[in-house]
């Protein structure tokens, strides 16, 4: 079935580095995308989002990266700090003709080394 | 200014019980939703509502779960007849909008089915 899902499960980074996290999607016919960091019992946290019709959009220390010829997805972090340690989940909505829900990947952990 | 607020942040009950929980939307957002997380996992949509009516409900698993915003403020999500496999995190969101808005989450409500 359609789906939204990451490559790695887990990321290990140092202190300082720059981390990317990836995530592929399925339904050609998404047309927002949006990435979500979440903390240890903590609900969701928008990061960054992005409309089909772009294919880049930089936010504070992030950027994300469309790719709509291989339907892939990717987050960048600069500079990564121990409090971006986190679950990070992309997510897609699929337009009008699916409603506004949110169709999430598994997530990936990401753990920042100092 | 205020997040989302959802009430009880924690609740244990009995395989077979009836259970309610509760979510406080952000001030003027007309569009709400509910989400289910199992550990590990991302979440997954429930049902959608718009103001007062429940737009979309598709995601809801079996007749059990019923959901109502009879303001179109404060929703309460209902869980008849309890099942152990309910055990997740019941995550709220609202937006200002429909499709293509930001989702912001609350901190969740922690089902443990016994």
């Known amino acids: 079935g359609e789906s939204v899902g990451l490559h790695l499960p887990t990321l290990s980074v140092q202190e300082g580095d720059n981390s990317i996290i990836n995530c592929a999607y399925s339904?050609?016919?998404?047309?927002?995308f949006i990435w979500y960091k979440q903390e240890s019992g903590k609900g969701p946290q928008f990061i960054i989002d992005?409309?089909?019709?772009?294919d880049k959009r930089q936010g504070q220390r992030v950027t994300v990266l469309l790719n709509k010829t291989v339907k892939h997805l990717s987050l960048q972090i600069a500079a990564t700090q121990p409090g971006d340690s986190a679950v990070y989940f992309c997510a897609e909505n699929k337009g009008q003709t699916s409603g506004s829900r949110l169709t999430f990947g598994e997530g990936t952990q990401l753990t920042v080394n100092p | 200014g205020a997040g989302v607020s959802q009430t009880p942040s924690n609740k244990v009950t009995e395989k077979g019980k009836y259970v309610e929980l509760r979510c406080d939307p952000i001030?003027?957002?007309?569009?709400l939703y509910w989400y289910r997380q199992s550990l590990g996992q991302g979440p997954e949509f429930l049902i959608y509502?718009?103001?007062?009516?429940?737009?979309?409900d598709s995601g809801l698993p079996n007749d059990r779960f019923f959901a109502v915003r009879p303001e179109g403020s404060v929703s309460t999500l209902k869980i008849q007849r309890t099942e152990r496999g309910d055990s997740a995190v019941y995550l709220c969101?609202?937006?200002?909008?429909?499709?293509?808005?930001?989702?912001?989450f609350g901190p969740g409500t922690r089902l443990t089915v016994l």
């Open positions: 001030s003027g957002h007309t569009a």
């Open positions: 969101a609202s937006s200002n909008g429909g499709s293509g808005d930001t989702q912001y």
């Open positions: 339904n050609s016919a998404s047309d927002y």
């Open positions: 992005i409309r089909s019709n772009m």
């Open positions: 509502f718009q103001g007062t009516g429940a737009a979309d």
